[in-house]
């Protein structure tokens, strides 16, 4: 028995498309096929000459940016595809990954072979993991100090502006909605999620009821998954509050504050 492994289809230009011919300083000429991964412009150097083992051939890069506070960008794991095909120190001169793990110093680990780069996709990931849990720690600890700003004022009698009869949900932030455990957001909004069935078999019943007591009425199509259902829950809360929001900016305009 015997299996057939069709050949892929070629696409890509042929080698004379990416032929380029450079002037060798010193004199002579270089004629080099530029690879297909490569898009750097060589045109600087087909112009003015180079030595061979400067040749570079180099790939679109892939880095992660960050904005930072005072407006600058600042740029983390930029890697891409480099190859000196000229040099001859055994590493650099065969098609490697340049992995530039900062951008402040712009140096780089090394010559990365695919198996050495998959290494770090694998220590990238899971930093991604832990960077998870952060995310999961610090939405917790949202909910501790919003617990805790509304405890001490209510031992002070007092309220948060708006705040409502039955919870505390006006002094939220949007972000707050999105990443709070659900749990706690129902309390905030003093909310009651009620299953209701639809009818119409076509439409997916999602509403929110607001009530003079400051209470509030979740109200979720049965057929909806528990997932659908945080999301939902999510979503009403967010529309609630920033109806809320839009509301107290307007009775503050109109009250010329």
């Known amino acids: 028995m015997s299996i057939t492994v069709p050949s892929p289809a070629l696409t890509e230009a042929s080698p004379v498309d990416r032929m380029v011919t450079y ?12 690879p297909s991964w490569c898009t750097a412009d060589h045109s600087d150097d087909a112009e003015h000459g180079i030595h061979p083992g400067d040749l570079l051939h180099q790939g679109d890069e892939v880095a992660l940016t960050f904005d930072l506070q005072d407006g600058t960008k600042t ?14 120190d055994g590493a650099s001169d065969r098609p490697h990954a340049s992995l530039v793990p900062v951008d402040d110093d712009g140096e780089s680990t090394g010559y990365l072979s695919a198996m050495e780069l998959n290494e770090e996709i ?16 610090l939405a917790e600890a949202a909910v501790e100090e919003h617990f805790g700003r509304h405890q001490s004022l209510a031992q002070l009698n007092r309220t948060f502006p708006m705040s409502g009869q039955a919870g505390t949900w006006m002094s ?9 455990p659900v749990h706690y957001l129902l309390k905030a909004f003093a909310a009651t999620v009620v299953e209701v069935d ?3 078999e076509t439409v997916l019943v999602e509403h929110l009821l607001s ?14 998954t528990q997932i659908m259902r945080e999301q939902s829950t999510r979503t009403l ?8 929001r839009a509301g107290l900016a307007a009775m503050d305009a109109k009250a010329g504050r």
């Open 198 to 200: 639809s009818p119409d």
């Open 75 to 88: 740029r983390v794991l930029a890697v891409r595809i480099e190859q000196y095909p000229f040099a001859h």
């Open 122 to 137: 694998i220590r990238a990931r899971r930093h991604l993991l832990e960077l998870q849990k952060l995310s999961e720690r």
């Open 23 to 34: 002037p060798l300083i010193g004199g002579g000429f270089l004629a080099a096929q530029c």
């Open 172 to 180: 939220l932030r949007h972000d707050d909605v999105a990443t709070m």
């Open 237 to 244: 809360l967010a529309n609630r509050l920033g109806q809320a």
């Open 211 to 224: 009530h003079p007591d400051g209470t509030h009425t979740v109200n979720l199509d049965r057929r909806l």
